[in-house]
């Protein structure tokens, strides 16, 4: 079955996809929070890799 629902709560969110303001991607989405800022997905598990 397709998954006709995915990502509905994130598509309502105003502002989710922009550029990331550590590594300058453009048009990816930016809903991992880290400290007052929010990244995208590479720069979320990096910094908690690194963390590791």
Known sequence: MSKNYRGK??????????????????GVKLIWPQGNIKVCKQCFSKNSSEKN
């Open 9 to 26: 709560s994130i598509n309502r969110k105003t502002k989710w996809r922009g550029t990331c303001p550590k590594c300058n991607r453009t």
